[in-house]
């Protein structure tokens, strides 16, 4: 069975940084791709960021390019998301998930919730 456990969310005022981070287990082989997602109150969730596990080809919603940058740990089928010059607009609970194919995200993990305060 794959578990995603996610951490790292927090209360920060805006400009701060924070990492979250996601370790998948249970897998029986490296997926094709890891993601992050954040879904705010009220609000579809979104895509924010995914790093392809071949080639470490990476994307970005534009809204966090610049600011966030997402990272892997092969070793350990982890991923990670830091976040700098955090903004109002990025409170949301942010969700892990894992592509085995390019089919989509067929698992995701519980969440996180990161609050961002003036």
């Known amino acids: 069975q794959v578990h995603l456990v996610e951490s790292g969310g927090g209360l920060v005022q805006t400009g701060a940084s924070l990492t979250l981070s996601c370790a998948a287990s249970?897998?029986?082989?490296?997926?094709?791709?890891m993601a992050w997602f954040r879904q705010a109150p009220g609000k579809d969730r979104e895509f924010v960021a995914s790093?392809?596990?071949?080639?470490?080809?990476?994307y970005y919603r534009d809204s966090v390019k610049g600011r966030f940058t997402i990272s892997r740990d092969s070793a350990k089928i982890a991923v990670y998301l830091t976040m700098n010059t955090l903004k109002i607009e990025d409170t949301a609970g942010y969700y892990c998930?894992?592509?085995?194919?390019?089919?989509?995200?067929?698992?995701w993990g519980q969440g996180t919730q990161v609050t961002v305060s003036s």
């Open positions: 790093i392809r596990w071949t080639d470490d080809v990476t």
């Open positions: 249970g897998l029986t082989s490296n997926p094709f791709e």
């Open positions: 998930g894992v592509a085995e194919s390019r089919k989509g995200y067929d698992y």
